[in-house]
């Protein structure tokens, strides 16, 4: 038996970004791997995905993490630098920062790298998060391109908002500003994973896909299934106890689940210290045997507890999909499925994995693209 662990498909990953591609077939992709690769294991990640143009973190340690274990893809650094101590680094790494704001721009412009450093500019577009003001776009564009060591046009991106709801009124406006941003430079990225499949028509040089990448829809109306795309991570954990409970008994912290009937309950070793979310609950599913149990009774640090039923076949030592595909069963759980009942998004499930659950990476069934 083992406590949790998520298995990793090199394979599906490499195949949703050739779907990828298909779908943005004139642009090179900037594959998003913050947030350890959003759960999924950074290194990793970097060393087996194949087909992208280069690499997006957000910050530097992550860079240097993935140049000191070997990566020699370009790396962007979509946050840029923090400060200028890291100027340096941008050289000595070779990272290409994102320049979003006033200050970043005045170190950057008045420090020699003496190496050629690619730079991509950030303008707000009317998310209002990070991103040089419209109207100040064309200066800074022209001051990065006299930089002695600007060498190429520096790409100009922007971030929709809403590009996960499509019809929202934010979307026009945005596309209002990046056609104007769209004559600064030849090369431009705007289309992130939501973008790439709602506005293909904005999907230029560059697209940033990261949930898609990982096999999850970033569209509430749309599965991965629709989208062509399959999950990369599968999260497990054992079956370590099974035990009866009478009607009226209650299981667990706070006797939040009460039996309604003579049943059996099964207890997972997994929990909110693995990354499994805490406040999901009673009912949300997992798959055991290719069967889905409701989860009964509060998240416990270490362990949750599904109702098995009465009679049930599952047993110590059997394994609990929390989510994901069952091979056997060819049943799928969709990590969708539980952010909905935890009230969360598949983002923040898949970034919170633990540093104690172990990884498997499925690299036997890489394919060759």
């Given at each position: 038996?083992?406590?949790?662990?998520?298995?990793?498909?090199?394979?599906?990953?490499?195949?949703?970004?050739?779907?990828?591609?298909?779908?943005?077939?004139?642009?090179?992709?900037?594959?998003?791997?913050?947030?350890?690769?959003?759960?999924?294991?950074?290194?990793?990640?970097?060393?087996?995905?194949?087909?992208?143009?280069?690499?997006?973190?957000?910050?530097?340690?992550?860079?240097?993490?993935?140049?000191?274990?070997?990566?020699?893809?370009p790396i962007v650094l979509l946050e840029g630098f923090f400060s200028?101590?890291?100027?340096?680094?941008?050289?000595?790494?070779?990272?290409?920062?994102?320049?979003?704001?006033?200050?970043?721009?005045?170190?950057?412009?008045?420090?020699?790298?003496?190496?050629?450093?690619?730079?991509?500019?950030?303008?707000?577009?009317?998310?209002?998060?990070?991103?040089?003001?419209?109207?100040?776009?064309?200066?800074?564009?022209?001051?990065?391109?006299?930089?002695?060591?600007?060498?190429?046009?520096?790409?100009?991106?922007?971030?929709?908002?809403?590009?996960?709801?499509?019809?929202?009124?934010?979307?026009?406006?945005?596309?209002?500003?990046?056609?104007?941003?769209?004559?600064?430079?030849?090369?431009?990225?705007?289309?992130?994973?939501?973008?790439?499949?709602?506005?293909?028509?904005?999907?230029?040089?560059?697209?940033?896909?990261?949930?898609?990448?990982?096999?999850?829809?970033?569209?509430?109306?749309?599965?991965?299934?629709?989208?062509?795309?399959?999950?990369?991570?599968?999260?497990?954990?054992?079956?370590?106890?099974?035990?009866?409970?009478k009607q009226g008994e209650s299981v667990g912290y706070g006797s939040?689940?009460?039996?309604?009937?003579?049943?059996?309950?099964?207890?997972?070793?997994?929990?909110?210290?693995?990354?499994?979310?805490?406040?999901?609950?009673?009912?949300?599913?997992?798959?055991?045997?290719?069967?889905?149990?409701?989860?009964?009774?509060?998240?416990?640090?270490?362990?949750?507890?599904?109702?098995?039923?009465?009679?049930?076949?599952?047993?110590v030592g059997d394994t609990a999909i929390l989510w994901g595909k069952?091979?056997?069963?060819?049943?799928?759980?969709?990590?969708?499925?539980?952010?909905?009942?935890?009230?969360?998004?598949?983002?923040?499930?898949?970034?919170?994995?633990?540093?104690?659950?172990?990884?498997?990476?499925?690299?036997?069934?890489?394919?060759?693209?």
């Amino acid at each position: 038996m083992r406590g949790a662990w998520a298995e990793i498909d090199i394979a599906a990953l490499n195949r949703n970004v050739q779907r990828l591609q298909e779908r943005a077939p004139a642009s090179q992709i900037l594959a998003i791997l913050k947030a350890n690769a959003y759960g999924h294991g950074l290194i990793e990640i970097a060393k087996h995905i194949q087909g992208v143009g280069a690499i997006g973190v957000a910050r530097v340690g992550e860079a240097m993490r993935l140049r000191e274990n070997g990566c020699q893809l370009p790396i962007v650094l979509l946050e840029g630098f923090f400060s200028a101590t890291e100027l340096p680094l941008l050289a000595e790494y070779q990272l290409q920062p994102v320049i979003h704001q006033q200050q970043q721009l005045q170190q950057f412009l008045g420090y020699r790298f003496n190496t050629n450093i690619p730079v991509w500019l950030k303008v707000d577009s009317g998310m209002h998060r990070i991103g040089l003001d419209p109207e100040f776009a064309a200066q800074a564009y022209q001051s990065l391109c006299e930089h002695p060591d600007v060498a190429e046009a520096p790409v100009i991106m922007s971030h929709f908002a809403c590009a996960d709801e499509a019809n929202h009124p934010l979307n026009m406006k945005q596309q209002q500003v990046m056609q104007t941003l769209a004559s600064l430079s030849p090369v431009r990225s705007f289309a992130n994973s939501a973008a790439i499949v709602n506005f293909p028509a904005w999907q230029q040089q560059w697209v940033r896909p990261g949930l898609l990448m990982y096999g999850v829809s970033p569209i509430r109306s749309e599965s991965s299934e629709s989208l062509g795309v399959t999950p990369v991570m599968t999260l497990k954990a054992s079956i370590i106890s099974v035990r009866s409970v009478k009607q009226g008994e209650s299981v667990g912290y706070g006797s939040a689940w009460t039996a309604s009937r003579d049943t059996q309950v099964g207890i997972v070793a997994i929990g909110y210290g693995d990354g499994y979310p805490r406040h999901a609950p009673n009912g949300t599913p997992v798959l055991i045997n290719g069967h889905r149990y409701g989860l009964a009774g509060r998240v416990s640090m270490d362990m949750l507890a599904v109702e098995l039923g009465p009679g049930s076949a599952v047993k110590v030592g059997d394994t609990a999909i929390l989510w994901g595909k069952d091979e056997a069963s060819q049943q799928q759980l969709s990590v969708d499925d539980i952010a909905a009942a935890a009230g969360t998004i598949s983002y923040e499930l898949l970034c919170n994995m633990a540093q104690r659950v172990e990884y498997d990476y499925a690299l036997s069934k890489q394919i060759s693209m």
